[in-house]
């Protein structure tokens, strides 16, 4: 569905509107959506750049989730237990600086792998189809042929595509080793995941910092634990309908699954944190 240029890709069809087209099962609409471009000037898209933009959205996204829940869940976790304020603000500061330092470790050592271990499979097939070009042809006729492909028109394939060494190391890594290439770079994935833990973890933090103070800035009754709480809720959905409205449709249903479990969280610890609850728990285990 599109025209390999100089590295990349131009689309030969709107993808926005054969989505729409899909949705709707209008297989005109889907006609039309094939038959023409996308809007805007004809760009060359070179390899690589979807998949980065992919994993540092991803990173971000979720990063934030994450940030979000541990300092709501901190925020009522150390309130409960009747600390002063100010020493709250500072354990949920060092232990968010703390917790992105290790989740963009964490990203970054995955990524890495991911993409070592790629790199590696992808060095051994381009070598096995030097050395032994009639072995790597065979075994992708096997597997058309596994397909439902007639031999004959599998061995016309996978010869003519044999003839240009990149696609066909390409077409063998997705459909020999079910390998599609790794998104992003690790390093830009560590960035985006510590800057959005910190950044948009630290949202309800700074709204908490905020209430404390300045105690009398409106009229509601919310303390800076309350206040903290609804910020975390209103950032997550925030943060989910911006994730909404960049995914694809398919994909965005599980931004509101991880949403509804973050919510589900920091709902549980505020609740486990009122000491009425706190007082009854303590009971219950020092009777058990």
């Given amino acids: 569905l599109g025209v390999y240029v100089l590295g990349g890709m131009v689309p030969s069809r709107d993808i926005d509107l054969a989505r729409d087209a899909f949705d709707k099962k209008d297989a005109l609409l889907s006609k039309i959506a094939h038959s023409r471009s996308s809007s805007g000037p004809a760009v060359v898209q070179e ?4 998949e980065k933009e992919s994993s540092v959205r991803k990173c971000i996204v ?3 989730f994450e940030g979000l829940c541990v300092s709501g869940v901190m925020m009522a976790a150390l309130s409960s237990i009747g600390l002063p304020q100010p020493q709250i603000l500072s354990l949920c ?3 968010m600086f703390s917790l992105a330092f290790a989740f963009a470790l964490r990203d970054f050592i995955r990524h890495g792998a991911e993409h070592r271990h790629y790199r590696a499979e992808r060095d ?8 032994y070009p009639d072995g790597e042809i065979r075994e992708m006729v096997e597997l058309y042929e596994a397909m439902g492909v007639g031999k004959a028109d599998a061995e016309k394939i996978i010869k003519t595509l ?10 063998m890594m997705l459909q020999e080793l079910h390998m ?3 998104e992003g ?3 830009l994935s560590a960035l985006a995941s510590f800057l959005s833990f910190m950044f948009i973890g630290c949202t309800p933090v700074v709204a908490f910092l905020a209430r404390m103070l300045y105690p009398e800035t409106d009229n509601t009754s919310l303390g800076p634990l309350a206040f903290g709480l609804s910020t975390t809720l209103i950032t997550s959905g925030a943060l989910a309908a911006v994730n909404w409205s960049i995914l694809p449709r398919e994909n965005s249903r599980f931004t509101y699954v991880y949403l509804f479990c973050a919510l589900c969280a920091v709902t549980a610890v505020a609740f486990f944190s009122i000491h009425p609850t706190l007082s009854i728990l303590h009971e219950l285990l020092r009777r058990w």
């Fill in 185 to 187: 770079s690790p390093l």
């Fill in 162 to 171: 044999a003839e240009y060494k990149k696609p066909f190391v390409d077409l």
């Fill in 47 to 50: 390899n690589g750049h979807a």
């Fill in 180 to 182: 599609p290439p790794p």
């Fill in 124 to 131: 051994r097939e381009e070598w096995e189809l030097e050395n």
């Fill in 93 to 95: 500061l060092g232990s």
């Fill in 62 to 64: 979720y990063g934030g």
